[in-house]
């Protein structure tokens, strides 16, 4: 109702911005934020990130806090009148805008939901996964299957979220639409502190940045020396033993030679008891193949913000088209413009299942690969299904504005189906099951093992990313289209306006990213390692694991 209202002041407004790109960049503005709002245990909030692996996720400061006291906020905005502007003047089509105050507490309520994700999202997914035995073929397996699940589960609530909430937020009030998520965030904190006896606490292994900083530090002082030629790196690196029951050390790679310098050992480096005694100056083999995992994963980083774009810009768009079409269900049921990304959720939540259960078996057996295909694959998978899907919306949004203007109605709809949204939402599904859980998936397993949760970050990172470039594309289309007289591409008119043009760009820059992709993966190697597992009885048993794209 508050949206709505400001909304309306903006199409009023002789701003130079349109309603439609205002609000969409509000929209990804909030999300880019949102997402890029480091964890709780983050060096920029200053907490070491080794805490990271170890901690539950609603323990942290921040997290299990912030996030209902958010709720909670935006709960009484909705409830009390005097923190939202009031109803609007139907009859003359105006609409009161909010003061600063009521704008105030509606940001501060959602600066505390961004705090709040921030202390939950990147913590969440590692501590489901230590509480996995990654040293056994079953435990593998099972977080394998956790990543899909997880993300399944999730989309299951999103599906509950965009129906039923979105149901009580029209048709009740938007005080029980905000208050009823209130009370299940109260809920599900109480139940996860009942399980606290129950799970698998993994003990922290320190910060894992100050490694980097050293390994960058030494090999750039050590930038004259040369590396031998010989791949026997006994007396020659500095590889020490590594402190744990059961760890899983890196071997040494020729990837970025370079920071391979940081571990030649001078004389007077080393201990009598094989210590460091120059921290900064020699660094350890696994040390340097944990700084290279952090270059080796950034371009492909990089790759998912095109894709993560084309989503956000999906979800935005759409419901203007949607607005402009017809949404009814028989003569009484009229199908809410917020529930149609339920056609996505839907599709991923068929679609892994049988992916997990069903698909990958399969492809197991024939590729011995032990997720059926490889993440870099299921990835670039996504990527096409992304495309697919901005190429599909540009075609039905060509055939909806060609059918809304033939028909000439007053109210600018086009008597065609709503569903015809359906194929391009059912592609960015497939996107999302595909690339968004093999970056998930990706990141965790490529990325040192201490730091899990800053693995988990990065994915966020992408997709405040995505959400600043989309609203940087979309303020370029905003100012360089609609000249000589004609209205730009996002004009609030969307009859007038262009949107499939966006869509097809989007697409273009899908397919370069595509190609960018290609280039990048072909080079990966995926992370080899040694597993050693410390015995009394029956000493090290030695098992080098070296699997490349």
Known sequence: MEMESSSKKEMNSS??????????????????SKSSSPPPESPENGYGAGELKTAPP???????????????????VAWIPRLHPPQCDVQLHQCAGPTKSQFGVLAMGLGFLSIGSAGIRPCSLPFGVDQFDANSEEGRKGINSFFNWYYTSFTVVLIIALTLVVYIQDSVSWTWGFGIPTALMLFSIVLFFVGMRLYVYVQPEGSVFSGIAQVLVASYKKRKLDLPDREDVDGVYYDPLLNGTSVKKL???????FFNKAALIINGE????????????????????ETKCLFKIFPIWASGIICFTAMAQQGTFTTSQASKMDRHIGPHFKIPIGSLSVISFVTIGIWLPFYDRVLVPSLRKITRVEGGITLLQR???????????????????????????????PDGMAPITVFWLAPQLMMMGFAEAFNIIGQIEFYNKEFPENMSSVANSLFSC???????????????????????????????????????????????????NLGYFFWVSRSYQYKSKYRIDDDEKNGFDVELNVVKH
Request: hydrophobic content about 40%.
């Open 15 to 32: 701003s130079s911005c349109s309603w439609l790109v205002c609000c969409t960049n509000f929209q990804t503005k909030f999300r880019s």
């Open 58 to 76: 609603q323990t942290k400061p921040g997290g299990w806090k912030a996030m209902p006291f958010g709720m909670l906020t935006i709960t009484l």
């Open 251 to 257: 071997p040494l790679t020729n990837q970025f030679r």
């Open 270 to 289: 080393v201990l009598p008891d094989g210590s460091n005694s120059t921290p900064w100056r020699l660094c350890s083999i696994q040390q340097i193949e």
């Open 379 to 409: 990835m670039g998978i996504g990527i096409v299904f992304s495309i697919l899907s901005m190429i599909i919306a540009g075609l039905v949004e060509r055939m909806r504005r060609a059918s809304a203007i033939s028909h000439g109605r």
């Open 462 to 512: 992408t997709m405040a990313g995505a959400s600043y470039v989309s609203a940087l594309l979309v303020n370029v289309v905003h100012k360089t289209t609609g000249r000589k007289g004609h209205p730009d591409w996002l004009t609030k008119d969307i009859n007038a306006g262009r949107v499939e043009n966006l869509y097809f760009l989007i697409a273009g820059l899908g397919f370069l």
